[in-house]
C-alpha cells in the first residue's frame, strides 16, 4: 500500500495570505489527523477528520481549519499567514477501529515558510 | 529525557551498544503510549506502542518499558546500528476513543560508527 503523502512538500508565503495543504491517507484508513512541528513547540495536535468530520481539536486560533471529502482526502487551510505560522506541517492517517489504539503512520510533512 | 527550549537533548552511542532513550509523561490518565523516529527530513516513524496496563513489550530491536508509578517510559534498542541515529520521541495518549496524542520533544540519538 502507498504510504501517505502530502502536497505540496514545499512552501513559502508571506504575511497575511493564505494556504491550503492537502494529505492523502494510506487506502482505507478514514482518520486523517494535522499537526505542527516547530522546533519551539514540537510536535502539537491540530484536529482530526473522520469520515469528514472533525471530531477533535487541538489548541489553535480559528484561522486554522481543515476539512475532508468523501475519499478520506484531507486539506487543511491557514488564513491570513503569520511570521509564527512557519512551521513542518504533517498529516497522519489511521485505519480507527474498535479501540483507539489503532496505529498512527505519518506523512513526510509540507514545510511552509512565511516571509 | 523531555528537553527545555530549543535543544533536544542527546545520545551520542557506538555502533553495537544498547540505547535507552527516556520520556517522562504528563497525565497519569494516559493509557496509550508510542514511541516514534523520525529522522531528519521525513515525518515520524511508528516504532513500538504500549497499553497502560502492561510494563513492558518488546519488538524487534527494540523494548518499551513503562513506570505508571513515576510516570516514565523508556525506549531501549539493542546493538543500535548507525541507521537508528534519529530523533526519536514519545507519546501519550488518554483513551475513551479519542485520539489526541500528546507528544514529548524528542530525543536526538548519535550513532557513531
Known amino acids: 500500500k502507498a504510504g501517505v503523502t502530502q502536497t505540496p512538500r514545499y512552501l513559502i508565503k508571506t504575511r497575511g495570505q493564505q494556504v491550503t495543504l492537502s494529505c492523502s491517507p494510506i487506502s482505507g484508513h478514514r482518520s486523517v489527523s494535522w499537526y505542527q512541528q516547530t522546533p519551539g513547540q514540537g510536535l502539537q495536535f491540530l484536529f482530526e477528520y473522520f469520515s469528514e468530520t472533525q471530531r477533535n481539536k487541538g489548541n489553535f486560533p480559528g484561522r486554522f481549519s481543515g476539512r475532508q471529502f468523501s475519499n478520506s482526502r484531507s486539506e487543511m487551510n491557514v488564513s491570513t499567514l503569520e511570521l509564527g505560522d512557519s512551521a513542518l506541517y504533517l498529516c497522519?492517517?489511521?485505519?480507527?477501529?474498535?479501540?483507539?489504539?489503532?496505529?498512527?503512520?505519518f506523512g513526510p510533512g509540507t514545510r511552509l515558510t512565511v516571509l | 529525557g523531555e528537553s527545555v527550549g530549543l535543544h533536544l537533548p542527546t545520545l551520542s552511542v557506538q555502533e553495537g551498544d544498547n540505547s535507552i532513550i527516556n520520556c517522562a509523561y504528563s497525565n497519569s490518565a494516559s493509557d496509550y503510549f508510542i514511541w516514534y523516529k523520525q529522522e531528519s527530513g521525513k515525518g515520524p516513524q511508528f516504532i513500538i506502542d504500549i497499553r497502560s496496563n502492561m510494563d513492558k513489550r518488546q519488538g524487534q530491536r527494540v523494548t518499551v518499558l513503562l513506570n505508571k508509578t513515576v510516570k516514565h517510559l523508556s525506549l531501549q534498542i539493542a546493538a543500535t546500528q548507525p541507521g537508528d541515529s534519529a530523533v526519536y520521541f514519545c507519546?501519550?495518549?488518554?483513551?475513551?476513543?479519542?485520539?489526541?496524542?500528546?507528544f514529548g520533544r524528542g530525543t536526538s540519538l548519535i550513532v557513531h560508527p
Open positions: 507519546a501519550e495518549n488518554i483513551g475513551g476513543g479519542s485520539y489526541i496524542p500528546t
Open positions: 497522519a492517517s489511521r485505519n480507527v477501529g474498535y479501540e483507539s489504539t489503532d496505529t498512527q503512520y
